[in-house]
């Protein structure tokens, strides 16, 4: 059974800094991608990046770009989301999904969230001062 655990929310101030993690279990090779994906209150949900687990290629959504970077462990199963200079409008629930196939994460990072074959609960992140 496929499971993903994020954490590493929390409160931080504007201009900060946070690392989330998602830990992945019950996959049973490296044939699959991670997500990160946010949903603010009253918001639409926001792709933000995709990683495959495989070869570890990524593509990050424009608009956070120059401030998030995900990466990998795959001694670990767990996948990170780097966010750095942190806004107050970066406040939101962050989760990450997984799915089969890269190309399904990649179009949700400018598109409509949905169609990724797992999820986890996700991790609140509040951007204040």
């Known amino acids: 059974q496929v499971q993903l655990v994020e954490s590493g929310g929390g409160l931080v101030q504007p201009g900060g800094s946070l690392r989330l993690s998602c830990k992945v279990s019950?996959?049973?090779?490296?044939?699959?991608?991670i997500g990160w994906f946010r949903q603010a209150p009253g918001k639409d949900g926001e792709g933000l990046s995709c990683i495959k687990i495989d070869d570890g290629a990524t593509h990050t959504r424009d608009s956070v770009s120059d401030r998030f970077t995900i990466s990998r462990d795959n001694v670990n199963n767990t996948v990170y989301l780097q966010m750095n200079r942190l806004k107050p409008e970066d406040t939101a629930l962050y989760y990450c999904?997984?799915?089969?196939?890269?190309?399904?994460?990649?179009?949700?990072?400018?598109?409509?969230?949905?169609?990724?074959?797992?999820r986890g609960k996700g991790t609140l992140v509040t951007v204040s001062s």
């Open positions: 019950g996959f049973t090779s490296t044939s699959y991608s």
């Open positions: 999904a997984a799915s089969s196939i890269f190309r399904v994460c990649v179009v949700q990072l400018g598109g409509m969230v949905g169609g990724m074959d797992y």
